[in-house]
């Protein structure tokens, strides 16, 4: 019988990630660092009511947590095996320390969310 393991699932969940920060961090970054502060798309403060008014809406939000998830569970992930890569030693509980961090925040952010709306 063989064991099962869960690395699948870390490394599809760590992909998914990097798949979508190298997909739309850069536009993000385009927007909200370039074009909305230069005044080339319009007022920062309409652009924030405007967002508000969508990203508060369960529907809209829920997805942009977990999609924030996936960027914070790649940053974990690739921290740890950076980490890994040098040769400092990290265990178990410093491994469960990092993902459950990740998953602390989806959940917090999830609550916030809840309640803010």
Not at 4 to 11: A, D, G, I, Q, S
Not at 50 to 55: E, F, K, M, R, Y
Not at 85 to 102: E, L, N
């Amino acid at each position: 019988m063989s064991q099962k393991h869960l690395k699948p699932v870390y490394w599809g969940i760590f992909s998914a990630g990097g798949t979508a920060a190298a997909m739309l961090l850069a536009p993000l970054l385009l927007v909200l660092c370039i074009l909305l502060p230069f005044g080339i798309i319009g007022s920062a403060a309409d652009f924030y009511y405007s967002a508000h008014g969508w990203i508060s809406r369960p529907w809209l939000y829920i997805p942009l947590a977990g999609l924030f998830f996936l960027f914070l569970w790649h940053g974990v992930h690739r921290f740890y095996y950076i980490l890994h890569d040098m040769h400092i030693p990290v265990g178990a509980r410093t491994r469960w320390g990092f993902y459950g961090f990740a998953v602390a925040v989806l959940l917090v952010s999830l609550l916030v969310g809840h309640f803010a709306a």
